[in-house]
């Protein structure tokens, strides 16, 4: 059993900046793909970046390519950040970090282990 937990939401500007983190109970970059998603009010969740286990390679929704960054501390092998930058309101969700027996993917259903989500507020 995997326990995510994540850190970092909070209240920002648009135009603004977060990180957040990710923590997982185990090492588990050598077994796992890493994503993240997020669930804005009154909508589906949907996926925001995946990143593999080597950390090599990462994916990354339309919507927030170019703005956010998704990161792996591979000293630790237990920790996954999402770096969010040139927030908008329409960033405003609960976001939740996850883990994949593949190696990368950006299917919600490809994943096992999932966080209770942090919630970032953008506002304008």
């Known amino acids: 059993q995997v326990q995510l937990v994540e850190s970092g939401g909070g209240l920002v500007q648009a135009g603004g900046s977060l990180r957040l983190s990710c923590a997982a109970s185990?090492?588990?970059?050598?077994?796992?793909?890493m994503g993240w998603f997020r669930q804005p009010p009154g909508k589906e969740r949907e996926f925001v970046a995946a990143i593999s286990w080597s950390g090599g390679s990462s994916y990354y929704a339309d919507s927030v390519k170019g703005r956010f960054t998704i990161s792996s501390d591979n000293a630790a092998k237990n920790l996954v950040y999402l770096q969010m930058d040139s927030l908008s309101p329409e960033d405003t969700a609960v976001y939740y970090c996850?883990?994949?027996?593949?190696?990368?993917?950006?299917?919600?259903?490809?994943?096992?282990?999932w966080g209770r989500g942090t919630q970032v507020t953008v506002s304008s």
């Open positions: 185990v090492r588990t970059f050598s077994d796992y793909g």
């Open positions: 996850a883990a994949t027996r593949s190696y990368i993917s950006n299917l919600s259903n490809e994943y096992v282990y």
